[in-house]
């Protein structure tokens, strides 16, 4: 049974950093492609990142690209995004989220497992 467990968010000012952390088990991150989305109260779910099995490709929203990053260990079993120079509209609950023999997708529908997320609030 596949388990996605988040961890690692919390307030931080503007510009500040931090690491998310996604535990999965009951997965193998050879067959399965791992991704960060995010909700804001009052909006949609939007993706963040992502990145293909085996971590071979990682794609990033416009509005992340070059400040946060993907990774995996594999082996601890868990999925990173760090987040640096953080500001105010990063603010909302961050959850991951693993695609069966995906390539690394952008798109929600595409992801059969979700964790439960994480609260991240940036202040000005």
């Known amino acids: 049974q596949v388990q996605l467990v988040e961890s690692g968010g919390g307030s931080v000012q503007a510009g500040g950093s931090l690491r998310l952390s996604c535990a999965a088990s009951?997965?193998?991150?050879?067959?399965?492609?791992m991704g960060w989305f995010r909700q804001a109260p009052g909006k949609e779910r939007e993706f963040v990142a992502a990145?293909?099995?085996?971590?071979?490709?990682?794609i990033y929203a416009d509005s992340v690209q070059g400040r946060f990053a993907i990774s995996e260990d594999n082996a601890k079993g868990t999925v990173y995004l760090q987040m640096n120079s953080l500001k105010p509209e990063d603010t909302a609950v961050y959850y991951c989220?693993?695609?069966?023999w995906g390539s690394g997708s952008s798109r929600y529908g595409d992801y059969e497992k979700w964790g439960q997320g994480t609260q991240v609030t940036v202040s000005s």
């Open positions: 009951g997965l193998s991150f050879s067959t399965f492609a």
């Open positions: 990145v293909s099995m085996s971590g071979a490709r990682a």
């Open positions: 989220a693993a695609d069966k």
